[in-house]
């Protein structure tokens, strides 16, 4: 595979933004990495090149938010996310391409739809008890859409939202609830073959800007707001998901 310079364009300010919302803004567009990527190259190999940029995030921005997160919240959605995980390992050795690239793109739809929806009053979440069985739930969710499409953030944060979290502790329990999600997609993206020589390389090339990303998320994390960042993903994510199902469907 050759890495020209459609790659760098696309894919450098895709991880930069990936990264950014990993860093700062609690995962739940970190996605639109993958999902641009995808643009260019078969989702397998767009899979492959993020998961390990995604996980070389995770250890940037670990230590920042250690012990700050909600640990009822975070154990619960990890328990959910391992049979999510194990679910779309098993559709991703017998899906076509076409599928995912539809799959993810729907996926870009809804979670604009699903924000635009709060914002304007027409959804609203609800503060909730913490509830063990609805944290498993969500982290089903979030393990499989994880697996498939790295965008397990959508599904988790809906229930973070539910349990009134500070900025910083939600921020922080999706750092180490996904830190623990990615090193458990690992092992079955090996035997899946989504990882290659050729995907290696492609992190290898992008990780630097994996880790600027990171770098602006922390210190975003405080000083800009979310409404700022958060328009102009949705503007990539509508963009990108309409073109994605597109060569889904054609």
Same mark, same amino acid.
């Given at each position: 595979?050759?890495?020209?310079?459609?790659?760098?364009?696309?894919?450098?300010?895709?991880?930069?933004?990936?990264?950014?919302?990993?860093?700062?803004?609690?995962?739940?567009?970190?996605?639109?990495?993958?999902?641009?990527?995808?643009?260019?190259?078969?989702?397998?190999?767009?899979?492959?090149?993020?998961?390990?940029?995604?996980?070389?995030?995770?250890?940037?921005?670990?230590?920042?938010?250690?012990?700050?997160?909600? @640990?009822?919240?975070?154990?619960?959605?990890?328990?959910?996310?391992?049979?999510?995980?194990?679910?779309?390992?098993?559709?991703?050795?017998?899906?076509?391409?076409?599928?995912?690239?539809?799959?993810?793109?729907?996926?870009?739809?809804?979670?604009?739809?699903?924000?635009?929806?709060?914002?304007?009053?027409?959804?609203?979440?609800?503060?909730?008890?913490?509830?063990?069985? @609805?944290?498993?739930?969500?982290?089903?969710?979030?393990?499989?859409?994880?697996?498939?499409?790295?965008?397990?953030?959508?599904?988790?944060?809906?229930?973070?939202?539910?349990?009134?979290?500070?900025?910083?502790?939600?921020?922080?329990?999706?750092?180490?609830?996904? @830190?623990?999600?990615?090193?458990?997609?690992?092992?079955?993206?090996?035997?899946?073959?989504?990882?290659?020589?050729?995907?290696?390389?492609?992190?290898?090339?992008?990780?630097?800007?994996?880790?600027?990303?990171?770098?602006?998320?922390?210190?975003?994390?405080?000083?800009?707001?979310?409404?700022?960042?958060?328009?102009?993903?949705?503007?990539?994510?509508?963009?990108?998901?309409?073109?994605?199902?597109?060569?889904?469907?054609?």
């Amino acid at each position: 595979m050759e890495f020209g310079w459609q790659f760098f364009a696309v894919g450098i300010p895709a991880i930069i933004f990936g990264g950014v919302s990993k860093g700062g803004f609690g995962s739940g567009a970190a996605f639109v990495a993958g999902a641009i990527l995808a643009l260019v190259m078969p989702p397998g190999v767009a899979l492959g090149i993020v998961l390990p940029l995604f996980m070389l995030v995770d250890a940037a921005t670990l230590r920042p938010y250690w012990g700050k997160w909600h @640990w009822p919240s975070a154990k619960g959605l990890m328990i959910g996310a391992v049979p999510g995980a194990m679910l779309g390992a098993a559709l991703y050795a017998v899906v076509d391409a076409d599928v995912f690239r539809f799959l993810i793109g729907v996926i870009c739809l809804a979670f604009v739809g699903f924000q635009f929806s709060r914002a304007v009053g027409w959804l609203s979440v609800r503060k909730m008890p913490f509830s063990a069985p @609805w944290a498993w739930f969500a982290g089903m969710v979030s393990g499989f859409t994880s697996f498939v499409s790295h965008a397990g953030g959508p599904p988790s944060a809906v229930f973070l939202l539910s349990q009134g979290l500070s900025k910083t502790a939600f921020q922080a329990t999706t750092v180490v609830v996904f @830190w623990a999600v990615n090193w458990m997609k690992a092992v079955p993206y090996a035997f899946l073959g989504i990882f290659s020589l050729d995907t290696m390389l492609g992190s290898l090339l992008l990780a630097p800007f994996a880790l600027l990303g990171a770098w602006i998320g922390i210190k975003a994390h405080h000083l800009v707001p979310e409404r700022l960042f958060f328009g102009l993903t949705y503007v990539m994510l509508v963009l990108t998901g309409i073109r994605l199902i597109w060569v889904a469907l054609t």
